[in-house]
Nanobody
Framework: QVQLVESGGGLVQAGGSLRVSCAAS????????MGWFRQAPGKEREFVAG????????YYADSVKGRFTISRDNAKNTVYLQMNSLKPEDTALYYC??????????????????WGQGTQVTVSS
């Protein structure tokens, strides 16, 4: 059974930093591309960042490029999202997702078939 569990969300002031993590119980984690998405109240879920199977290739939404960094530790079956220079508009529920059978990025959203429950990130102004 595939399970993705996010953690590390919280309340932070604008300009601050936060790192969220996603622990994955996927047998093939080290061969799967992974991604982070977010959904703010009243808005559609949107892509944030993606990473290939080895961590050597990453891609980002324009809104977070230069501020957020996605990384992974295949030995720990964990993917991370380091968020710096946070803005109030980054406030959202952050989800991690796995793309089974897909090792390389970028990927369309429909390739991400396994999702976590999300962790809340709130940025105060």
């Amino acid at each position: 059974q595939v399970q993705l569990v996010e953690s590390g969300g919280g309340l932070v002031q604008a300009g601050g930093s936060l790192r969220v993590s996603c622990a994955a119980s996927i047998r093939t984690f080290s061969t799967n591309a992974m991604g982070w998405f977010r959904q703010a109240p009243g808005k559609e879920r949107e892509f944030v960042a993606g990473i290939n199977w080895s961590g050597a290739s990453t891609y980002y939404a324009d809104s977070v490029k230069g501020r957020f960094t996605i990384s992974r530790d295949n030995a720990k079956n964990t993917v991370y999202l380091q968020m710096n220079s946070l803005k109030p508009e980054d406030t959202a529920l952050y989800y991690c997702a796995a793309a089974p059978g897909r090792a390389y990025v970028p990927l369309p959203t429909y390739e991400f078939k396994y999702w976590g429950q999300g962790t809340q990130v709130t940025v105060s102004s």
